[in-house]
């Protein structure tokens, strides 16, 4: 008996069913029958990711580098001045054009925050206060400090121009 019954059974079992696409079948709900789970397919890392680990790799690999070559301060201006003219002057442009780059990067972040601030007080979040309250709270606080900072200082050359002008006109009424 038991042998027969294996045979019947040899067909049958809890595996997934593997459709012609490659794919198990589901229920309908999304959940697959069966008790092991197909792994998801992994694209690997992100570009932001691969970014920072390059970065952090670059940065890894010179210190370590200065480290090993026993790098003291003055060397690469030492280095730099036995160089080639047309080198240097090579290096000159590079350091004129990074010079440059760094200069629009830095304009370009700063309308990018100015944009970033403009439609994240678009976003309400409850009540009313929006994005911008909660993410640009510290720098709003440092322009109303400047702001009340410049007014107080404003109102203390006012006073102190009206305290001279008092002074002048009793000084003019005394002499007369």
Same mark, same amino acid.
């Given at each position: 008996?038991?042998?027969?019954?294996?045979?019947?059974?040899?067909?049958?079992?809890?595996?997934?069913?593997?459709?012609?696409?490659?794919?198990?079948?589901?229920?309908?709900?999304?959940?697959?029958?069966?008790?092991?789970?197909?792994?998801?397919?992994?694209?690997?890392?992100?570009?932001?990711?691969?970014?920072?680990?390059?970065?952090?790799?670059?940065?890894?690999?010179?210190?370590?580098?200065?480290?090993?070559?026993?790098?003291?301060?003055?060397?690469?201006?030492?280095? *730099?001045?036995?160089?080639?003219? &047309?080198?240097?002057?090579? #290096? =000159?442009? %590079?350091? +004129?054009? $990074? /010079? !440059?780059?760094?200069?629009?990067?830095?304009?370009?972040?700063?309308?990018?925050?100015?944009?970033?601030?403009?439609?994240?007080?678009?976003?309400?979040?409850?009540?009313?206060?929006?994005?911008?309250?909660?993410?640009?709270?510290?720098?709003?606080?440092?322009?109303?400090?400047?702001?009340?900072?410049?007014? *107080?200082?404003?109102?203390?050359? &006012?006073?102190?121009?009206? #305290? =001279?002008? %008092?002074? +002048?006109? $009793? /000084? !003019?009424?005394?002499?007369?």
């Amino acid at each position: 008996m038991s042998g027969e019954a294996m045979k019947r059974k040899n067909g049958k079992g809890k595996g997934k069913k593997i459709l012609l696409n490659g794919h198990a079948e589901t229920n309908g709900n999304g959940v697959t029958p069966g008790g092991k789970h197909e792994k998801a397919d992994v694209g690997g890392a992100g570009l932001c990711t691969k970014l920072s680990f390059a970065i952090l790799f670059l940065s890894f690999a010179l210190t370590t580098t200065l480290f090993m070559l026993d790098y003291k301060e003055g060397q690469l201006a030492q280095m *730099a001045s036995t160089m080639p003219p &047309e080198v240097q002057q090579l #290096a =000159k442009k %590079a350091d +004129a054009a $990074a /010079a !440059a780059l760094n200069e629009n990067i830095k304009k370009i972040t700063a309308q990018a925050l100015i944009k970033a601030e403009e439609l994240s007080k678009k976003v309400p979040i409850g009540g009313d206060r929006t994005l911008a309250d909660i993410i640009f709270a510290s720098s709003q606080k440092e322009a109303k400090a400047a702001a009340a900072k410049l007014a *107080a200082e404003k109102a203390a050359a &006012e006073k102190a121009a009206a #305290a =001279k002008a %008092a002074a +002048a006109k $009793a /000084a !003019a009424a005394k002499a007369a």
